[in-house]
């Protein structure tokens, strides 16, 4: 008897999850025009004609690439497609066999495993060849964030408007590029929104995306990262927020990524101007275009709405303000979003500095339930919430950090695990799962960082046990 674990989610935990986003390098790109030390006389001899016409060249070149990277990807849906039929073909073939197992002879028996063993093989294939598509991808952003940064270089020098021209071809091909990537992103990870599956299993590599937008490595207290619960047309929308102490003084918002690391805000958010709405700690979360961050006086959850531009605040009872995270002060209460909702983490006097978490009813910005943890927040690196389960981390060493808890609010039950994760830089205060994208944002001594989560996959759920 051969037991044989088959399941639909197969396909989708075996597509992993690739990197998308890179290392940005920056590095000066200088143009043959700016060599010349008289421009500022003859500004239209010098106007880089030539490379102008190289920028429209190459985005005419990209523009095939992509072109041919769509049609790879709609290839991919087609043959993933395939395999669930066929797939769904045999485990609907096995539930035969097995309800009248003498009815069947070895011979066919060993001809289904053959069957699972050739889709086997095309899994595999599918997915060594989705891996390419996604490199391909991944160099075809490079191409276009190094045209743009000689583009903002020329506008800088030269007439904007003989510019602007080739910028809109760019800013085209960057939509399609997300286009792409959205698609690219729905083969390999269907699942997002779901938790339909089981508790974290591992962690990717730091992804390193950029210095904040201040460039300065001094800004190590801050954070960043996508709206949690996006209002429509603000899906590709980044947040950034940073400052060189805990104080929370304001919040940039970028229309995408490209903006993002681009620095070119669509909005910056005054906390600090005609009237005080500043807050403290950098563990604030931006859902439905608000702000959720820890209100400085009083002491108290803050929300800062960025459509109306208007804040208030409500006292959550017995919260102290004497209980913060290891690795900075003023984190007394960190917020947090997942599928299910709007949280905030705290401690009280109490609790001794246990971890309490309280769920926040978003209409009426209030607590509703609180859960006690039995850990002790100035021990924990940082928390997070995944499908209602809280996580917390700790400091392993200076590149490494674990998840060591988990809490479970839909059975209040606690576990204690280890699953470590590479740091880039040793400190960072701010961590937090967004249910948009599946992924981990970090503010890493003021790096943009971010990690791919995988889970254990249920058992019990779409899986069918065979034996055969
Ligand atoms: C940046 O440019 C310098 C000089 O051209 C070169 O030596 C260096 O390798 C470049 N760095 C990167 C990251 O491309
Ligand atoms: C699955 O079974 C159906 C009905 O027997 C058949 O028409 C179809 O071609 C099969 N699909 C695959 C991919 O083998
Ligand atoms: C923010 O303000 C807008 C406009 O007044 C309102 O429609 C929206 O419901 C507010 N959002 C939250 C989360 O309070
Ligand atoms: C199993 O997967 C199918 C197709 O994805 C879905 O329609 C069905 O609801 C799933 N069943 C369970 C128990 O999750």
Redesign the pocket.
């Known amino acids: 008897m051969i037991t044989i674990l088959f399941c ?1 989610l197969f396909l989708r935990a075996t597509l992993a999850y690739w990197p998308l986003d890179f290392l940005a390098e920056k590095n000066e790109t200088v143009s043959p025009g700016q060599t010349c030390t008289c421009e500022a006389f003859l500004p239209d001899t010098i106007f880089p004609m030539g490379e102008l016409e190289l920028l429209e060249k190459s985005s005419v070149q990209i523009s095939h690439k992509l072109e041919l990277e769509i049609s790879k990807i709609e290839m991919f849906e087609i043959k993933l497609t395939i395999y669930m039929e066929k797939i769904m073909n045999l485990t609907v073939l096995i539930g035969i066999m097995e309800n009248d197992p003498d009815s069947y002879t070895e011979v066919q028996i060993q001809e289904v495993k053959i069957q699972i063993k050739q889709i086997e093989a095309l899994i595999v294939e599918l997915q060594a060849s989705i891996e390419i598509s996604s490199t391909v991808l991944v160099s075809i952003r490079k191409e276009i964030i190094a045209m743009i940064v000689i583009l903002t270089e020329l506008e800088t020098t030269y007439d904007k408007n003989l510019v602007l021209l080739t910028r809109r071809e760019y800013i085209k091909l960057q939509q399609k590029l997300e286009e792409c990537e959205r698609r690219h992103n729905e083969i390999f990870n269907p699942n997002i929104g779901s938790c ?1 599956h089981g508790f974290i299993s591992r962690l990717s590599k730091p992804m390193i995306s950029h210095l904040n937008a201040h460039l300065n490595a001094g800004h190590r207290y801050g954070g960043w990262g996508k709206d949690s619960n996006p209002l429509p047309g603000y899906e590709n929308m980044y947040w950034y927020s940073g400052s060189s102490n805990t104080l929370v003084s304001q919040i940039n918002v970028y229309a995408d990524y490209y903006r993002l690391i681009m620095r070119q805000p669509m909005k910056t958010h005054d906390l600090y101007s005609s009237r005080d709405w500043r807050g403290l700690g950098n563990n604030y979360i931006v859902r439905g275009n608000t702000l959720y961050y820890q209100f400085r006086e009083p002491f108290s959850m803050g929300k800062y709405n960025m459509t109306s531009q208007t804040a208030g605040y409500r006292v959550v009872p017995s919260a102290s303000s004497r209980f913060s995270y290891f690795y900075s002060g003023s984190q007394n209460l960190d917020f947090a979003a997942d599928e299910n909702g709007l949280w905030v983490t705290y401690a009280t006097e109490e609790s001794k500095g246990k971890l309490m978490l309280g769920k926040i009813d978003e209409a009426a910005f209030a607590l509703k339930e609180v859960y006690e943890m039995n850990i002790y927040k100035p021990s924990v690196g940082n928390t997070f919430m995944v499908c209602g389960v809280l996580y917390a981390t700790r400091s392993i060493d200076i590149k490494t950090e674990e998840i060591f808890y988990i809490y479970n609010t839909h059975t209040k039950q606690e576990s204690y695990v280890s699953i470590p994760f590479e740091k880039f830089q040793e400190m960072y205060v701010y961590l937090d799962y967004n249910p948009t994208d599946q992924k981990l944002y970090m503010y890493n001594d003021g790096y943009y960082v971010s990690y791919h989560v995988w889970f254990h996959q249920n058992k019990n ?2 899986k069918t046990e065979l034996q055969i």
């Open positions: 639909l339909d759920k779409n």
